[in-house]
């Protein structure tokens, strides 16, 4: 995987807000900005690979909004539409969902490829952080 990674805010730009302020849902995630948000130095970084046609996706969802709020003090989220953010889909090769990858400082400590209910992922993520 390739950790070169750039953020255009095309919502922000068309609607004049800054990228601090722009709704989360409507950013482009591009390389450059995947890269910036995985080297994090404060907190882990889990990263969701989903899209808003997959099924399993969709149940995923409440199990990472509760390893979100869960583990805030040592972990932030970053949730990678697929659709929506080709580039590192792409640069990363996604081709399956969901995929989950954690970081810490920048480097990839684990990764994970289909649903995994709330206690296999906190079993998981307790090795790492």
């Avoid at 997959?54 to 509760?66: A, G, L, N, S, Y």
């Avoid at 090769?93 to 920048?106: C, R, T």
């Amino acid at each position: 995987m390739h950790l070169a990674l750039v953020i255009l805010f095309i919502s922000s730009a068309l609607s004049g807000q800054t990228a601090d302020t722009a709704s989360p849902c409507n950013q482009i995630i591009t390389l450059e900005h995947y890269n910036k948000r995985i080297v994090n130095k404060d907190k882990a970084v889990l990263v969701y690979f989903s899209a808003d046609w997959c099924t399993v996706c969709d149940k995923m969802k409440t199990v990472i909004e509760t390893v979100e709020k869960e583990y805030s003090n040592k972990m932030e989220v970053l949730k990678v539409n697929t659709v929506r953010d080709k580039e590192i889909t792409d640069e990363l090769e996604i081709n399956a969902l969901p995929v989950l990858i954690l970081y810490k400082n920048g480097v990839n400590v684990w990764s994970g490829v289909g649903f995994m209910d709330l206690k296999a992922l906190k079993n998981e993520l307790k090795e790492h952080l």
